[in-house]
């Protein structure tokens, strides 16, 4: 079965410090994998995205993430947190299809603390 | 350039009725997709509109339906709402032909919050 598994479900960092949020998949195709973050009541921003080419992607607000493939897992990093970073961050992965389904994970709450 | 904008953004209707929630892609987006996003949840997929038809369904009962129209604007509609369907709805679009910007990936709106009591 197709699905994302975020294994973190409330992560606490303190500003400054690294963060890395863990995001395992399950997909038949090629998958291609996206992180959104969300801010409370608001919609999804897409912060990086993974089709093909270099395993590392950067992506906004200094965010990178790396495709791993023989561990299924496109985890997100970020070097110095920020307490504008304390937001919802989701994983998502798809076929290549532009404007196929995606498949979302449940979430991880980052919190910053000061 | 405007991205994806829904309406309204809240809206509270009352077991047994009917919603209609609106959505107008990205500008060059010609494929909407709506999802629901219960609290404490990631989105789900509801359906995907492409050349105004339904081309890929998630597994949510008929009582959710929805139309795209000619300028690839898309409604949302809910029958029958149950207190379980009060969520974010949120719409998102994306290029869908064989001119795709690869890298593109799908751009969403801020969302419907609908509650039913």
């Known amino acids: 079965a197709q699905s994302v598994t975020q294994p973190d479900i409330h992560i606490t960092v303190s500003e400054g410090a690294s963060l890395e949020l863990r995001c395992n998949y399950s997909?038949?195709?090629?998958?291609?994998l996206f992180w959104y973050v969300q801010s409370p009541g608001q919609g999804l921003q897409l912060l990086l995205k993974y089709f093909s080419g270099d395993t590392l992607v950067q992506g906004i607000k200094g965010f990178e993430a790396e495709f791993k493939r023989s561990q299924s897992s496109f985890n997100l990093r970020k070097p110095s947190v920020h307490w504008s970073d304390a937001a919802e961050y989701f994983c998502?992965?798809?076929?290549?299809?532009?404007?196929?389904?995606?498949?979302f994970g449940k979430g991880t709450t980052l919190s910053v603390s000061s | 350039d405007a991205g994806v904008t829904q309406s309204p953004t809240h809206l509270i209707k009352t077991r047994g009725q009917q919603v209609t929630l609106r959505c107008s892609p990205k500008?060059?987006?010609?494929?909407v997709s709506w999802y629901q996003q219960a609290l404490g949840q990631g989105p789900q997929f509801i359906f995907q509109?492409?050349?105004?038809?339904?081309?890929q369904r998630g597994n949510f009962p008929d009582r959710f339906s929805g139309h795209q129209f000619p300028n690839y604007s898309s409604e949302l509609n809910v029958n029958a709402l149950l207190l379980g369907d009060s969520a974010l709805y949120l719409c998102?679009?994306?290029?869908?032909?064989?001119?795709?910007?690869?890298?593109?990936?799908?751009?969403f709106g801020q969302g419907t919050r609908l509650t039913v009591v």
């Open positions: 500008s060059g987006h010609d494929t």
């Open positions: 997909y038949g195709a090629t998958p291609y």
């Open positions: 509109y492409y050349e105004e038809e339904e081309r």
């Open positions: 998102a679009s994306s290029p869908f032909t064989k001119t795709v910007r690869v890298g593109e990936g799908a751009f």
């Open positions: 998502a992965v798809g076929a290549y299809q532009a404007g196929t389904a995606l498949i």
